[in-house]
């Protein structure tokens, strides 16, 4: 049975779900679980809490001072994307998109069975996607149609799935599924996650299905990434060590913090010399070290070990003054159906189906620089390609003891 852990629209749904005769088909999957009855039941896997921004980076104080399971983004004091709490019934499709602010996913199927159709994010496949959805006609056009390779997989109960950031993809559900997942932003695939944002701006998405606060997550990031930086190098530890993405990612993220009014009009409180923190970490990382050798023992620098509230550890008021994420992710969507729940599962359609398809409205050969990654974001990243990112892997763990 589901869990009815508020009052209000998580009642409703689980009644909706457990009904077999229904009206309408609606796909509940924006229902954030933390703060709830039901979130000390649900825990992320180990390596997703160890990599999750809001573990490593977002001030602890203002973590804990939410006290509510609001998923009203006035009252959230950090970005409440960590648990959702899924439950589609049978027929439920949401079509091709990619996770807001580029994140990855880990998604775990306690009941039912579902469908993925994954795309990777290559430059082409972003640049190609980016005019599908401006198109308008996403119900005439079926994205798969469009890309080299589209890869199926087909989900059951117990499974868990992991789906890297700036993947595109599709899902639906051939049996009535309940699933717990989660949304997290990391160190390995900082580039990808700015090119995402980059395309929620171009396709110009609503502002509320964005990433909570992802200016300021990325702002408390530069300013965890300064004090690990800063420690080794005033203590005589030698360079910091780190990952050839991180520091990639990180010149790139200066940048568009730099740059972009957005980000400069969303500075938090806390960050107190913005400019000053910016070029530090700039020339820290100059005298880094770069790992280009992966091992088993791999990883970012900072982590949920290390990670402590800033100075000014007051709990401060919030803007979320952010640029845009798609609306395809997180919605609620529905279709007329009146059949009840059958014990089988229905047909599934294949990635390209047979019914015709018009591309006249969208050349898939027409030239796409306008609309590569590179333009997408600024001249700095002009270097940068889009590739798939792989599985995080660890790496030596450095541990300074952080600063208060």
């Excluded at 306690?110 to 082409?124: N, R």
């Amino acid at each position: 049975a589901v869990v009815s852990t508020q009052s209000g629209h998580y009642g409703r749904g689980a009644k909706y779900f457990e009904s077999n005769k229904r009206d309408t088909l609606l796909n509940v999957i924006s229902l954030e679980i933390s703060k709830t009855q039901l979130c000390d039941l649900v825990s992320p896997p180990d390596f997703v809490r160890e990599l999750d921004w809001v573990e490593t980076a977002w001030p602890p104080s203002l973590k804990q001072a939410q006290n509510i399971g609001t998923n009203n983004l006035s009252k959230m004091k950090y970005p409440k994307v960590q648990k959702y709490c899924l439950m589609s019934v049978r027929g439920s499709y949401t079509d091709f998109h990619v996770d807001f602010g580029g994140t990855s996913v880990w998604y775990h199927l306690v009941k039912g069975a579902k469908v993925f159709w994954l795309i990777p994010p290559t430059e082409e496949n972003l640049s190609k996607f980016v005019k599908w959805t401006l198109a308008g006609k996403q119900s005439d056009i079926f994205f798969g149609d469009l890309v080299d390779r589209c890869y199926r997989i087909n989900l059951q109960a117990g499974d868990t799935f992991y789906l890297p950031g700036g993947w595109i993809h599709g899902v639906y559900t051939p049996r009535k599924s309940l699933v717990f997942g989660g949304n997290f932003l990391h160190s390995y695939n900082i580039v990808g996650q700015l090119q995402v944002t980059a395309i929620e701006d171009i396709t110009k998405v609503e502002p509320r299905y964005l990433y909570p606060y992802f200016v300021e997550m990325v702002w408390f990031v530069m300013e965890k990434y300064h004090s690990h930086l800063k420690y080794m190098e005033e203590r005589g530890k030698g360079n910091s060590v780190l990952l050839e993405e991180e520091v990639e990612g990180l010149n790139l993220l200066i940048s568009r913090l730099e740059e972009n009014p957005t980000f400069q009009a969303a500075i938090p409180a806390q960050i107190k010399e913005p400019k000053i923190l910016l070029q530090e970490v700039r020339d820290l990382l100059l005298h880094a070290e770069i790992d280009r050798v992966y091992t088993d023992y791999s990883e970012p620098l900072i982590s949920r070990d290390m990670n402590v509230s800033l100075s000014d550890s007051s709990p401060k008021k919030l803007c979320n003054t952010r640029l845009i994420a798609s609306n395809r992710p997180f919605k609620m969507s529905s279709s007329d159906t009146s059949e009840d729940e059958p014990s089988e599962d229905e047909p599934m359609p294949d990635c390209a189906e047979e019914k015709d398809r018009s591309n006249e409205d969208i050349d898939i050969n027409s030239d796409l620089s306008d609309l590569s990654p590179d333009k997408m974001l600024s001249s700095s990243a002009s270097s940068t390609e889009i590739t798939s990112p792989d599985t995080p892997r660890k790496r030596r763990k450095l541990k300074p003891s952080i600063m208060n």
